[in-house]
């Protein structure tokens, strides 16, 4: 690679900012120059450690001319301005999902993107994880024949608190959200949506009208029927599996063992140490190769960066969920109007 | 055992016919003393290889005097009038599921059969296997907490011949009835069912407007969600697990290895042999198990075996899977009524 | 199949002898018509279950003219005269292992059991066991390459009675025989045998001047490197594994699982139930498969039963290992002398 | 950590220097101030990923004043003399093993390393790797009860070439010898070493007296047997097992996934993709904590690197190994004289 590294302006520097800043620094292709956050400190001890200058002020950061890409790790509801300014600066921009809990604001800021003309990518991580993509691969190179069924089992290790909840948007928006992206990287055309929740352990999520427990059936244009399981705990670790079924076989992703070591005693055999209990962890590489993706996407290169409108239909399907869910009926969708 | 053996007249020579023959041979508490058949041939073989008088009319069957108990393994459309017959003549009867297709016939038949208080057993086989039945243990015994969810992936080797699709009474009366039974071992008391069913790979299935893909989520009263996920068809053999999940964990069945061996080269490693591809294998040991339970049940012992309403159960549940299907809404059922 | 069935003089109704009278009485091929034990009781209890005269000399059922063919499951002590009387008489016979611990006895035997010309089986039941048949034929039909190393791991579930160990012929007569014999199904022509013991746990091992653990390595003519790991006690079951490594890959055997259920939880994942702890569970298949293939032999049709000189070599192979273990040096073997 | 961070001299920049460079470069509490190889452009390449002044004569570097440590992954026969020099300079110095061919060179420069009271510690990465140490960790926590047998498989995917293994010393001090460190690693008191070996797929092997297959039993004190199986060729990858089995169970390590992804089809079930070919991606997170073991060494700290009585420890067992399979009997070996 012999371009000059792509500076990125970083806004947020929460546990996914500091995420990023970690990728940013490592990469030779990406530079940190400018890191933005309100809470000051939080900028200052980033810049510490990757260098960069800071600023409580994002406006200072995307305007500062030395920044060729921003990377937004802010809360959701600064997400939709961020973007928007981003783009009428003609910075690329890969953004934190969802774009926002409020559909009305994404179309809002729809047909802006789209003239734009800037690249928009939505950090959809799962998408990029080496297991979830090589499946994909091998689904759309013909291995398992027609994909009949996709099963997604994506179960939390503990629930979020209480505060957390009230705010999140709900369970589909919030921690499914990730899975309908994962869907529709198997089958982006999906047109039917079906969700059941229940609230069986968790009283924040009772307290809020949540649900702490799902199951989502999804049916794409294809007849291909995707089906996914949600549960806001896992006594045994972050547990992230999928099987994609098809005419000629299956391809399924395991969890992630954090250890190759096994016991057997008379008490039970083969028994392996708990999987990892976070997410920052399991998806590691995932968000290397997000990154990666992002660089190639803003240098005009082939990309395989999830964009605006797949951060948009994600939202979608949440929304069909949630509606699903309330009326106890299947929702309609056309994520291609 | 000091009783002496239970005398069945098996009614019905068929392919579960047969296996049930054998396994009556092969008890010490059970005999085979008469067989029915129309096709009388049929009759005759199994007797050939079992003892046993034969007949081509089970009406001589059941009042021969020489039975204790009957089997029905005879054409679904049979089952309630032998069903009827056999409670009238005080004799306990172990049917094939389901009662029958069509709901009206068994809840006409089911005043009959309660106020009788002749034992009738309803074959369930799979939930006599001794992997399921050990995870109902161990939930029941409190191992995982409170159980939250329940997956069932079951899937057949291959769609059934399009004429029997026809007849078959579709997918869900057909196939899922097995995993509504499985449900209800777990959570007897279903109170919402979502079904959605696809075509996507069977002809048969399109012609005759059945589905050979399908997806149920019910919901139990205490909250804790099912999902059910079915195909006709499956490339590397007959395709039953299981995963209970509740608060302190997860008990999971695998499906079963055809053998120990693994095979591991440049191209793969740890490639085992295809899964049985028939259910009499898969579930022999099952089917022994139900027989034993009925002859405990018919002897007055305590037994597991699922019963008349159990049967009933599982099609109510069916029947409102395909309205539900059909309806493309969530149906709300009351099994206790 | 329509020969009658072969008739058998079963001697010793010991815990091999009952599951030898099982599987007689069980095959279509076979049938029980006398049974001889010094302890009159032991004959009369597997009568009753199984039919067949009784008595309690042994030279009264062989001179019966009553049978075609003898099962010799009595005391080591007995096989070398039994063996003797039946070739003598014309009586094909299948004799459980070992020939006898002394070699110089078996030798004596050898040239009258070449004479005679009657088949004698040996009973080395592991080689019937269907995983180590497969992996066998599938090494000889080339699907790893040339094969290069063997790996056995032997141990059985708990040591034997110090009173056992003492009569035994020690390990590699005892136990590790089955190994030896299993090493020969694989690479028949063995040249070297380097033999370590050690007594590391029990007591009765330690006090007759035996091993309790012990690993044992075989050179094949064809340069191939043989390992046999055992040893007396398992805390997790009975340990039988095995692994056949060539050019082109490996082929494993697994332990058998008692059952298709894991758990997970926070301590743990994926743990499985203890293995088997008991042989004749374990082996249940590889019991019927012998007889099977002794009736063929009986009947002079293709067997793959193990015969008189492959019972010779496991004893060669161990009296090797014995004096390798004691000289603390490599021992040379012939086994086609 | 506040110390400054420690200041290394690499001498050797192969393919283990630029793993060692890299982890160096990565380490906050490590810097890389000189690079030493004959081969200038190698060190010059080195330095302009990492830093670092070059020079071609490891003199220099050791002598430059700039340096706290040394880090040798130069060729084996210069590690002698450069372990020598180091510790009379009063620098730290981690070695890569072995290191010499000859034990006496080794044992004239014994005295000297003791007298001089410098840490030395030598290059068993496999003692570190997180999966092998877990074992080794919860073994002396007496979670199997007292270690009986240790078995320790270990295949490299592809054999060296022939003119490596011309110099290489041979399969026991070349390959071998991290087994024996491993044993050590959990049974330090080796008293007795027996070895087979034979050619059977490698002309190079053939050709220089050498073995491509080799099978080493080692005697603990204890009485508790290690038995080391090795190929010089794999073809599913790099294999590396190994199994500690006690009197209250068994610890196991697995190989290392390269996927989480399986495949299950008709012609077999749950294939995962072959193993790592390459030892520098299977050790990777061994070297990075070999690294920082040694820095705590060289500073003075609790430490678990190994250190030069181990890197003497494991060329005898070698030596022994070779003189083993060649006069074909069990050589006594004291490792503490």
């Known amino acids: 690679m012999t371009q000059r590294p792509l500076r990125f302006g970083l806004i947020g520097t929460g546990r996914i900012g500091q995420v990023h800043a970690v990728n940013i620094a490592a990469s030779p292709d990406a530079e940190l120059t400018w890191i933005a956050d309100p809470f000051l400190d939080g900028a200052r001890s980033v810049a510490a450690r990757h260098g960069g200058a800071v600023t409580d002020d994002a406006e200072r950061l995307l305007t500062s001319g030395e920044i060729d890409a921003v ?70 190179a013909g291995e398992i024949g027609e994909l009949e069924q996709l099963t997604i089992i994506s179960r939390d290790p503990a629930a979020p608190p209480a505060d957390y909840v009230a705010v999140s948007g709900g369970i589909f928006r919030d921690m499914t959200i990730h899975d309908f992206d994962m869907a529709r990287s198997f089958l982006p055309d999906i047109v039917e949506v079906s969700a059941v929740g229940s609230a069986v352990f968790d009283d924040g999520a009772r307290r809020h009208g949540d649900f702490d427990t799902a199951v989502v059936t999804l049916r794409a244009a294809s007849g291909a029927v995707v089906t996914i399981i949600n549960s806001r705990h ?61 660089i190639a996407l803003a240098r005009g290169e082939d990309s395989t960066s999830p964009g605006f409108e797949d951060g948009r239909a994600a939202l979608l399907l949440a929304d069909a969920a949630l509606r699903s869910a309330e009326e106890r009926r299947v929702v309609a969708v056309d994520l291609r109007a």
């Open 71 to 140: 990377l937004v790790a802010s809360p959701t509801p600064t997400h939709v301005d961020l973007i928007a300014r981003s783009v009428d600066l003609g910075l690329p921009v890969l953004c934190e999902k969802p774009i926002d809990l409020d559909i009305a604001r994404v179309d809002a800021l729809r047909a802006r993107v789209a003239a734009a003309g800037v690249p928009v990518a939505l950090g959809f991580n799962r998408r990029f994880d080496p297991a979830f993509r090589s499946v994909r691969d091998r689904v759309a």
């Open 234 to 294: 896992s006594a045994y670790g972050y547990d992230q599996r999928l099987e994609a079924f098809g005419a000629r076989g299956a391809l399924s992703v395991a969890n992630a063992p954090t250890s190759l070591v096994s016991l057997s005693t008379s008490a039970h055999v083969e028994a392996k140490p708990p999987y990892e209990n976070f997410f920052l962890e399991r998806y590691a590489a995932a968000y290397r190769a997000e990154l990666e993706q992002f």
